[in-house]
């Protein structure tokens, strides 16, 4: 009598066990709250350069040429007077959710949030 006990005593177990794992998707942030990691987070100037550089300014794009003679970001100090004249706009076209830039591909959404706090945190050295 033991045999049939413990045959029906496994799917049980392994329901249970399924059903103990599933989890419930955690609650989307409340809007225009910044994530708790950017309060703490130290992005540099030298990190979104980095990343300004790889993605924006190679080829012909944004290096202050051609069309692109108005949002040039060949040097921090250009990229930094784009955006106080421009910070609407560049959070909307580079890292909001319908971002369309750069145009080859989208920045990641750890990219895209590292300049959002860098921006938040007024552009830091």
Not at 14 to 29: G, I, K, R
Not at 72 to 78: H, I, P, V
Not at 85 to 103: G, I, K, Q, Y
């Amino acid at each position: 009598m033991k045999k049939p006990m413990r045959t029906a005593l496994l799917p049980m177990l392994l329901m249970l066990f399924v059903y103990s794992c599933t989890a419930e998707q955690a609650p989307a942030p409340e809007p225009g709250i910044p994530p708790t990691a950017c309060d703490t987070a130290v992005i540099t100037s030298a990190y979104i350069m980095t990343t300004i550089s790889t993605r924006c300014t190679n080829g012909a794009c944004h290096k202050g040429t051609g069309n692109f003679v108005v949002s040039d970001f060949s040097t921090l100090e250009k990229l930094k007077t784009y955006l106080n004249a421009n910070e609407a706009l560049f959070r909307e076209r580079v890292t909001s959710a319908n971002a369309d830039m750069p145009p080859r591909g989208a920045l990641s959404q750890g990219t895209r949030d590292s300049i959002d706090c860098w921006l938040n945190h007024g552009m830091p050295e």
